[in-house]
């Protein structure tokens, strides 16, 4: 009984509140992240915790990014002290971190078949109203502790119910 409840816990998605005490361990890692991606040449990131499909790159010895744009490569993430930053992430639960420089980063932290939920940061310079390349199926948003930081859940089916475009529309992220 309590080895079935126990894993009914652990596969439950996180609420706003999980994230917002998730990010009260995980800030300073996070916000580490965020800085060397807004320092970065390229406009959109990838990194994930698992290989890249058909690049065969693992993270067991280091930590690699897939720049999506202006060009697509792979790079390992030169910056020791950022390499390190993402594995205590991915070892504490994260599963990938995409970066676009119009919209923010996106550190995703569960999901399953139906729905993702995690951790965005979207800046003060974002004046949009969507976060298409972000957040296309974004149906919650909801601040978090920290400005410029929100837990999210994205969900197709939902969105696709409530015939929403991508993003939230009125959003602004202030």
Do not use: K
Request: aromatic share 14%; hydrophobic share 40%.
């Amino acid at each position: 009984m309590f080895l079935v409840a126990a894993i009914l816990v652990r596969c439950s998605p996180p609420n706003s509140s999980d994230l917002n005490r998730m990010f009260r361990v995980d800030r300073q890692d996070l916000e580490f992240v965020v800085g060397y991606l807004m320092e970065s040449p390229h406009n959109r990131v990838s990194i994930r915790d698992t290989d890249f499909t058909g690049l065969g790159m693992h993270f067991n010895e280091s930590i690699y990014f897939l720049a999506l744009e202006p060009e697509r490569t792979t790079r390992e993430i030169s910056c020791l002290d950022t390499s390190e930053a993402v594995s205590r992430l991915f070892s504490r639960g994260y599963r990938s971190i995409v970066f676009d420089r119009e919209e923010g980063v996106d550190f995703l932290r569960w999901s399953n078949i139906r729905e993702v939920r995690g951790i965005v940061y979207i800046g003060d310079g974002y004046r949009g109203q969507s976060l298409d390349f972000l957040l296309p199926f974004l149906i919650e948003i909801e601040p978090l502790d920290h400005h410029g930081w929100y837990f999210y859940v994205e969900n197709f089916h939902e969105w696709r119910r409530l015939g929403r475009p991508a993003g939230l529309p009125g959003f602004t992220g202030q």
